[in-house]
């Protein structure tokens, strides 16, 4: 693979580094790497917001990389100032306006200087749109009438221009110049916006060489993207499953944190999805820093876990391309313990799947569920999934409607798999809102409830049919509630979805990572109000022990095993210390 077994170690060193770079000092910067990693790759960026590094610039930089070892690609951001004597256009981060002629004719000069300097290049994610400009405005306003688009909205019309665009003003100048040149594209972490803004994988998968997945988690409190942290790992495989052999791997930066174990969390995710390249954006931010001695320590811990993982495996969700709808809800579950791989395609024999309210912009996707579950599958959807297919025929597989009410409680009822206690009334913290599912009593059961004074409502709702089942989550109002549900409801809900035999028992805030040979990782996440705990790991069926193939046994040297705690015979219990921060590699024996 490179200097580490499981992955490469890239890094990305911006145009504006490449353009006023130094001998002495960028030597001595490749040093302080080095120190503490050992990096594989550089993407040497020469065009960035309008600075164009000379060739000379780039082959120093080329040879001092080179020099170390290095494998030298290239980049670009299509970032771009206005052009002199213009008037200024309304654009986010300064990204083109892709019916601007002279901007059009930047893009074509730096694709083509890119392609020529390079045999492969990456596009970092600005290569979206915003522009509202007249003649973003006018193009809009054309391919809406000729396509019979009549509500003004602009994400069928950007779809295409990107697509043109990336086939036009990026390939095709960059394969002139260089018919061997390979090219990247590279999505953002905000993958419910892509076809609002342009990105269009459906396409450009077609048209570019690779793909590649921005891991970058943000603080979820103080910043302006809510995007949980679960993320970095769930959105790695939905790239990979997209096209598989085809994600070149995660790219994940220090920006937008105020905790050290925030940033590195994003690599560990990344790291657990099986990436081919691990990113660090980017060389400039991340010289001096003291994020990369931590990280560095990390690397070769990481490799060691990957040794023993195969590929990452757990229920599915299903986003269809150019969906939208209950944003990262899948990801909040993953931080609730629930494990989630995605997929843009529908999972054909998956073990048990999940759809949100993004699945059901798959207009054939009730067909598709029943289909699945009637033929002995076993399905999670949320409230949002069932409100936007009731008039397309999900009543057939359900007695649950949806009124429009809402409530709000902490006082819960769940039925318990425990023979010696059938119903348990845990108390949360704090009050969630969730929508009221109204259910047909002994057509639908309710395994879990919300409880407000003599009333109750359904959180988890089961439909047999068929051979398989459909269960139903009424998703609260605000995603992060589902951290306030006591753990043991949590419990009950994951105990309905086990990966590869496995489901936890404990709060929120500790993500389960299943493989298909048996590994799988336990996570808890560092927050304000994280504590060391136990976690109690369910096995269904029979198994001997949990051994920890990277933990020896001081007296025999072998890896240490835990023993069951219990048995009864459908299950097998173990019991561990969870430390947040600290990531723990089992192997059912």
Not at 288 to 304: F, I, M, Q
Not at 398 to 415: Q, V
Not at 526 to 533: D, F
Request: charged share 25%.
């Amino acid at each position: 693979m490179g200097n580490y077994r499981n992955f490469k170690l890239v890094y990305y060193f911006v145009a504006q580094g490449t353009a006023r770079a130094a001998a002495e000092k960028l030597e001595n910067d490749i040093r302080f790497f080095e120190k503490y990693m050992r990096p594989d790759k550089v993407y040497l960026e020469p065009f960035r917001g309008g600075t164009m590094a000379s060739e000379e610039q780039v082959s120093l930089c080329r040879r001092l990389f080179e020099k170390h070892g290095i494998e030298v690609a290239g980049g670009l951001t299509t970032t771009v100032p206005t052009p002199e004597g213009d008037e200024p256009k309304q654009r986010l981060f300064d990204t083109f306006c892709y019916n601007d002629p002279k901007m059009l004719a930047i893009l074509r000069k730096a694709s083509e200087y890119t392609g020529k300097l390079f045999d492969e290049f990456i596009i970092d994610d600005f290569f979206f749109t915003n522009c509202t400009c007249d003649a973003c405005r006018a193009g809009r306003d054309a391919y809406n009438a000729a396509h019979g688009i009549t509500d003004g909205s602009w994400q069928a019309y950007r779809l295409s221009l990107m697509e043109k665009v990336s086939r036009e003003d990026v390939i095709a100048p960059s394969k002139k110049a260089n018919p061997a040149c390979r090219i990247t594209i590279k999505y953002p972490n905000w993958a419910e916006s892509y076809q609002e803004t342009g990105y269009n994988p459906a396409a450009q998968r077609k048209l570019f060489d690779q793909v590649y997945t921005g891991t970058e988690a943000r603080d979820t409190v103080t910043t302006d993207q809510h995007l949980p942290r679960y993320l970095s790992f769930s959105l790695m495989t939905y790239f990979e499953n997209m096209w598989p052999g085809h994600n070149g791997g995660g790219w994940f930066d220090p920006f937008d944190f105020h905790i050290m174990d925030q940033y590195l969390e994003q690599a560990y995710l990344t790291a657990f999805s099986k990436p081919r390249e691990m990113m660090l954006f980017c060389f400039q931010a991340l010289t001096d820093s003291p994020l990369v001695p931590a990280l560095g320590w990390h690397l070769d811990k990481l490799d060691a876990v990957l040794d023993y993982c195969g590929s990452p495996v757990g229920t599915v969700c299903y986003l269809p391309d150019n969906s939208q709808g209950e944003d990262n809800i899948q990801d909040f579950l993953g931080m609730c313990g629930l494990p989630v791989v995605c997929s843009p395609y529908w999972p054909e024999g998956a073990e048990s799947i999940l759809l949100t309210r993004s699945s059901a912009c798959d207009p054939d996707v009730v067909d598709k569920l029943e289909k699945y579950v009637a033929g002995g599958g076993k399905a999670l959807v949320t409230s949002g999934f069932l409100e936007d297919t009731m008039d397309r025929g999900i009543q057939r597989m359900t007695s649950i409607r949806l009124p429009g009410r809402r409530i709000r409680g902490r006082n819960y009822r769940i039925e318990t798999n425990n023979p010696f206690s059938r119903t348990e009334y845990p108390r949360g913290r704090e009050e969630i809102g969730i929508p009221v599912c109204e259910f047909r009593n002994n057509a639908t059961w309710a395994l879990a409830k919300v409880a407000d004074t003599e009333e109750s409502f359904g959180l988890l709702l089961r439909d047999t049919y068929g051979k398989g089942q459909m269960l139903t989550l009424a998703v609260p109002d605000s995603y992060p509630d589902l951290y306030k549900i006591p753990k043991s409801v949590l419990t009950r809900i994951r105990s309905e979805f086990p990966s590869r035999r496995v489901y936890l028992e404990c709060g929120s805030g500790v993500s389960l990572f299943t493989y298909d040979n048996d590994a799988f990782i336990l996570y808890p996440y560092v927050t304000s109000q994280a504590q060391p705990g136990a976690v109690r790991i369910h096995v269904k069926g029979e198994a001997e022990a949990l051994e920890l193939p990277l933990r020896k046994d001081f007296r025999t040297g072998n890896p240490m095993r835990i023993p069951p705690l219990m048995k009864n015979g459908a299950e097998t219990v173990f019991e561990v210390r969870a430390n947040p921060g600290v990531y723990d590699l089992f192997r059912i024996v």
